[in-house]
């Protein structure tokens, strides 16, 4: 699950955590939002399943506003020691530039088969229809991630805060 991230970094020249799979700690999951300043200022949103950080880059941030439908274009997984970092990649590096938490906290899985019972959180990003309750210091209370069927790419997805 880490492979593609490992892929795409030296370990020798940056300070990002190299990881590993592993179970959490907590039961609750955890979420983190960084502030990424990269080739431009973006967002990345992420969601702790299944002993890695699903991960989706959002370019103008989440809102709290029900009626705004942010684009969150999905990436590749991260370790959860990557939750807690914050730093400067170098120049040359893969996400060059400043990394700095911006929100971060547990969440609650909300998500429903169309039946109406629980799904797990890997079997919603499957389905591309993700509900969760966010605990954050900025972000609380509901967030849905639904998955676009633009041109049959399957990164794109939409963040919108719910109603509810």
């Known amino acids: 699950m880490l492979k593609v991230y490992k892929s795409k970094r030296d370990f020798k020249k940056t300070s990002e955590p190299s990881g590993s799979l592993r179970k959490a700690k907590s039961k609750q999951p955890m979420f983190v939002v960084q502030k990424h300043q990269a080739r431009a200022l973006h967002y990345d949103f992420r969601l702790e399943v299944s002993g890695v950080l699903k991960s989706w880059a959002v370019p103008k941030g989440p809102s709290k506003n029900s009626k705004d439908k942010r684009l969150a274009v999905m990436t590749e997984d991260h370790p959860l020691e990557y939750g807690k970092f914050e730093g400067e990649i170098p120049k040359g590096e893969y996400g060059a530039g400043k990394v700095k938490i911006w929100d971060s906290g547990t969440y609650e899985n ?3 088969k169309k039946d109406g019972k629980d799904m797990s ?3 919603a990003i499957k389905e591309g229809e993700v509900e969760v309750k966010l ?3 900025k972000l ?3 967030y849905a ?3 676009t069927k633009f041109r049959g790419e399957k990164k794109n997805w939409l963040l919108i805060k719910m109603k509810k």
């Open 121 to 123: 959180m890997e079997s």
């Open 140 to 142: 609380k209370g509901g």
């Open 145 to 147: 991630l639904v998955r």
């Open 110 to 112: 909300l998500s429903k």
């Open 135 to 137: 605990s954050g210091k």
